[in-house]
């Protein structure tokens, strides 16, 4: 199994907590080292407790992890809140002067740095983390140099003083340390590769550039924020026009507006905003204009718990939206996964003409990796379907119907300013022609033939997108069914489980809607011999859509709805306890408090 | 200004902007005058049909686009406004129309006509004011009078309506005007002037309703309304002065065009993105250049 190294920072919003965390990311992907990072935090700008967790190691690196191999608690709260999760063998790096260790914790070597001393005349307001990074990464058998360079580049903005002084303490820390702490066992390896490390939100807003979105809007909210950040920061090199829109219901039909006049739009929120989102969603549908929306999932219903994580609204992305129509809805299953997607369902909606939704989820949104920066190909298939931009296209003048019946359910798009395709679109039921048949024209059999036009796109869809594999070999002793963000974990979970003997495979589902019941079924039958469902939520989302298309029942469940993620060994053991027949359903305790 | 595509061959007629069916709307309705001068203005200005898109929400005058000869967009209601935004942003070379109701503007979509007014959207947006909610068979609107007598408030209106031209003024429109549709000739010369403004054109239209407004009718308006441009000394590029004007309520009511302001760039000229390749973003090369992209992932590193 692939053996990493983990450094957790705690300490209150508004103490510098993300500074040392991009640091560290930083050095270890610009030694070749894989990388995944989540911050557990709060709704508050200064206080608080705020947790950030890099997991390093020489493979692909998940999850966050089970353990903590080195803390930096940059107040006390921190230390009174980890010291006793810490293991024989990791290492606390903290401040001396001002935090007090209470518990006292096996084979854990406390790090004291004299930091008034170590920082004797400087200005920096965050020497004790500076301090800290510094002595950290000498106990890593890290040399100073790659901290040097990380640091200069920091701060040659502020001007050679800064970065100076920041050098002089950052020194002062590693000497220290390395003439006081014991260095960690095994020193961090080091390859030739070079990762890029982002964040879930980053991936899906590049992956909107690669695509080819040339309208974003949104309306600020966790934890979707990001996507609008990277998309207004960049707007100007990739062309896009990005608009903050004064609710989501103005977002979605900026967006649809936009699309329908010929641009690839996108936009994206969370639950919350989605909910105001799912009329503009049948519009889409109905004037078979396209869209894609983004739904980062966080702790509900309502407000919730808006910096925490779940996977709560998976039925309200299958029931959005009054009436019936299709759509089309997948979730990422990695950060990477994230940027491969959003072009996918570009082509989707544009081929079939109609609303799509990507489901992703605070932890794969806020959440960072490493990736392969070849891996980040902008140069991917662009299919925009039948539409029509300039009159030279074929289909002729006159007689154009823009809602023509056809056998797989699309029609032609002709976008405004064309000439000789002049039409009216409609949220009421229309004829082929785009005259309404909802006022003084209704008429039955044209209503059923147009509902049975938009319905046969379903059968293209589901032709379109491939059927989820099992991962690992059939006929396990335990199946492993998840759905987006949780793959990563759920591999590490398998991977434990097989070590000790458990045979284990796993099945992750990404596209939601359309599911291919019959595929997963079928793959089911063979995979092993017991089924166990983890998801992030209460009730069983998934697995009750599941058995709402197939009447397929599962052996297990494993679910979590404390807001935070799985962590590998919490699935290992509800796997173990469903084994020894204690329960069908598992809720594993997160055991840190944060 | 902007530029006026020609039609293709010779010169366009006010035919060419009959849609393809007849309005259902009650015999006498307000809003006949309202569609034929929106296409007597189009005409008169010789834009084609092709490079208009007309955007409405819902209601009994949302239904217009399906009566006009334009590129047309019946959306949701009140959400014309969000729709025409993006409409414009992703090709700032169509003209772009939003017509619906007072309900749809005023009530369920007042937030998106706060927001367009203040972006200054190249746009030209006619709200059909009848004073009541007409497809829903009668109820109070935003702009109902206090008082009035609906299926919604038998007993009379006990709150105070909407003033459309105010509410402009202050979210920063930059053309505001108020029509009658029983002064067709005085709203086709507004309509024209507002297409083109180059920003946020509103223009409220009396717009009666014989079916379910009793109080404020033909006759009732005729008896009131007075053009501003009958005024010599009415200065329209004054603020303040429309402002009190836009307060007048009563035996006299003021018609006619109450501000304009040209020195705003509207939202698209804003925006540097929109100069891009010298095309509208809708005509965009959706692939991003290799530097670009390479930049983008420098970043990460």
Known sequence: MNRTFAVSIGGAAGQGVATPGDIFAQ????????????????????????????RTGLGEVTNFGDRIDLLIPLNQDTIDRHLHLMHPGSTVVYNGDTIKPKDRSEGVQLSALPVNELSKGSRSKVEQNTLALAASLSMMGVGFQPLEEVLTQQFKKKGDAVVAENLRIARAGYDYATANFKPFADPLPMTEARYAVLSGNVALAMGGAAAGVKFYCAYPMSPSTGVLHWMAAHARKAGIMVRQVEDEIGVINMAIGAAHAGVRAMCATSGGGFALMTEGLGMSAMIETPVVVIDVQ????????????????????????????????????????????????????????????????????????????????????????????????????????????????????????????????????????????????????????????????IAGISAAVLPPKLLGRPGADVTLVGWGSTKGVIREATEILNSQGVTTNQLQIRSL??????????????????????????????????????????????????????????????VQEQLAGKTKLSVPVHEIMV | MPTIAQPDSGKLTLNDFKGKIDPDWCPGCGDFGVLSSLEKALFELQISPYDVVTISGIGCSSNLPGFIHTYGMHTLHGRALAVATGVKLANHKLHVVV??????????????????????????????DNQIYGLTTGQTSPTSRKGMKTKSMPFGNVEEPINPITLALSAGATFVARGFSGEPKHLVELMKQGLEHRGFAFIDVFSPCVTYNHDNTYPWFKERVRKLEDDSHYDPSDWHVAMKHALLWGDEIPIGKFFERKDLPSLDQSEPVLDQEGRPLAHCQLQLSAEVTREFIEELM
């Open chain 1, 27 to 54: 050095i270890f992907a610009r030694r070749g080292l894989h990388v995944n990072a989540y911050n557990a935090y709060q709704s508050i700008i200064r206080g608080g407790h705020t947790l950030l967790t890099i």
């Open chain 2, 99 to 128: 017509t619906g109701g007072d309900g749809d503007g005023f009530g369920i979509g007042g937030n998106h006509f706060i927001h367009t007014m203040r972006r200054n959207v190249d746009l030209l947006y006619v709200a059909m």
């Open chain 1, 298 to 457: 966080r702790a509900g219903p309502s407000t919730g718990v808006p910096t925490k994580t779940e996977q709560g609204d998976l039925w309200q992305m299958l029931g959005a939206g009054f009436g019936d129509f299709p759509k089309i809805i997948a979730a990422p299953t990695d950060i990477l996964d994230c940027f491969k997607l959003v072009p996918e369902m570009h082509n989707l909606a544009d081929r079939f003409q109609c609303p799509a939704i990507i489901l992703s989820d605070l932890l794969l949104s806020e959440g960072r990796a490493s990736v392969d920066p070849k891996d980040l190909d902008f140069n991917v298939e662009i299919d925009r379907g039948e539409l029509i931009t300039s009159a030279d296209s074929a289909n002729g003048q006159n007689g154009y119907k823009r809602y023509k019946i056809t056998e797989s359910g699309i029609s032609p798009r002709a976008i405004p300013g064309v000439p000789g395709y002049v039409h009216t679109v409609a949220t009421d039921e229309h004829d082929e022609d785009g005259v309404l048949i909802s006022d003084e024209y209704t008429n039955p059999h044209k209503r059923r033939a147009m509902m049975e036009k938009r319905q046969r796109k």
């Open chain 1, 513 to 574: 809607v359309p599911l291919h019941g019959d595929a997963i079924t079928e793959i089911l039958k063979t995979a092993g011999k017991r089924t166990i469902i983890v998801e992030n939520n209460y009730s069983g989302q998934f697995a009750r859509y599941l058995r709402s298309e197939t009447s397929y029942v599962p052996d297990g469940y494993i679910r979590k709805y404390d807001g935070e993620p799985f962590m590998p060994h919490h699935i290992v053991q509800s």
